[in-house]
């Protein structure tokens, strides 16, 4: 199988469909179970009557043609309304947008009952391809790297580690055009329990891809990106664009697509906004160790979040050989190895940042060991397995 195949299959088993789009409050399943996009605060709400006239866009695994529904013209006359967009060339547009049922496909759940497994999946993301390429690219960006780190307080390689677990730094950006599969899942969303939701979140969304076309002077079926409409090097939908992007090479315009430069400077925006603590030392992860007596369990699925003191996870039986920052707020997070033993972490706010771009403990990690991988890797080191992440 290819890598990208594999690495699809993991993508859909095991984090959100969709990358960097704006946070919500976490709930209290675990975050390495299916969850939904995490980030939707920038998604331009969408009116109820509107909402309630997509649902009969198409029932699930129905082809669309969305220039004849009259769910996708009742959107079209509110986007005009809001935007000022001349109706008749959304007619035009919109009847040059094309139903994706690849993207339907890709969007429905896993199949139940196979077990998810941390050991699997860090094999896929952190390995020789992406170390290499890693390194390239922080020697090739070394200058933008430590700016963004000492403007935002980001390490370096937390923005490479992205960065390399979404696109392999820009290898695999997606040739979906973003249009077609922002339509697709906003009208035709394959039946779920959050189907509602969903195609409310992917209206949104078409709509800010359209806002940020007409911004960015680019002809709207020009932007490329994944299934979920994700766009560019940090895989940001488009209301995460508008939000979080940042022109960082001064040039005008926020290119995620063409530009590594503004890449690094809008994941660097990102995490700060969603909680990344420039002045939070020390490591963003601590190997941790749990008593037989399950009492820590209480500190499972608990949102995405730090909530606990050192002392008080220690006296339920978590245990780390790290010293903990006595002024700081922890996690419990569980990382499955299907049939093998589960492992701990003690997890920091910043951890948790990272999280609010794929609401996925395993994605977060994947990021944190790449970035150290390559960084070692790019110094000379030797990756030892017991260093502290």
Not at 133 to 149: D, E, I, S, T
Not at 175 to 194: G, I, K, M
Not at 344 to 353: E, V
Request: proline share 6%; glycine share 8%.
């Amino acid at each position: 199988m290819k890598l990208t195949s594999i690495l699809l299959a993991l993508a859909v088993s095991a984090s959100p469909l969709s990358q960097a789009a704006p946070a919500k409050k976490p709930g209290k399943k675990t975050a390495h179970a299916k969850a939904k996009p995490a980030r939707k605060a920038a998604a331009v709400a969408v009116p109820a009557a509107a909402a309630a006239a997509a649902g009969t866009a198409a029932q699930a695994g129905d082809a669309v043609v969305f220039s004849e529904s009259e769910a996708v013209n009742a959107f079209a006359d509110e986007v005009a309304l809001r935007h000022g967009f001349p109706r008749e060339e959304l007619d035009k547009l919109i009847a040059q947008i094309r139903y994706i049922d690849t993207a339907v496909q890709l969007v429905k759940p896993a199949p139940k009952g196979k077990p998810k497994n941390w050991q699997n999946y860090s094999r896929v993301t952190i390995e020789p391809i992406r170390i290499k390429a890693g390194v390239a690219f922080w020697n090739q960006h070394a200058a933008v790297l430590a700016r963004a780190q000492a403007e935002y307080g980001v390490p370096a390689e937390i923005i490479v580690g992205i960065i390399g677990v979404e696109t392999i730094y820009g290898r695999q950006t997606g040739r979906f055009r973003v249009l077609d599969v922002l339509a697709t899942l906003a009208f035709a969303y394959p039946e779920a329990p959050n189907r509602a939701a969903r195609m409310a979140f992917f209206r949104g969304e078409l709509e800010n891809a359209l806002v940020l076309a007409r911004k960015s002077n680019i002809d709207p079926l020009s932007m490329l990106g994944s299934f979920a409409g994700a766009i560019g090097m940090p895989q940001f939908m488009p209301g995460s664009v508008l939000a979080y992007g940042v022109d960082y090479d001064n040039n005008g315009s926020i290119d995620l697509r063409g530009s590594a430069v503004d890449a690094i400077g809008s994941v660097a925006s990102f995490l700060v906004q969603h909680g990344w603590q420039a002045k939070q030392a020390g490591p963003l992860v601590y190997p941790a160790g749990v008593s037989d007596d399950r009492t820590w369990e209480r500190f499972l699925n608990q949102g995405l979040a730090a909530k606990f003191g050192a002392e008080e996870l220690r006296a339920s039986g978590v245990s780390t050989s790290a010293v903990l920052p006595a002024n700081q707020r922890f996690g419990l997070i569980d990382l499955p190895n299907g049939a093998d033993p589960t492992e701990y972490r003690i997890a920091t706010d910043n951890f948790f940042a990272i999280t609010q771009y794929n609401r996925s403990y395993f994605y977060a990690m994947s990021v944190i060991e790449l970035g150290r991988a390559i960084r070692l890797s790019r110094s000379g080191q030797p990756l030892a397995s017991a260093e502290t992440l």
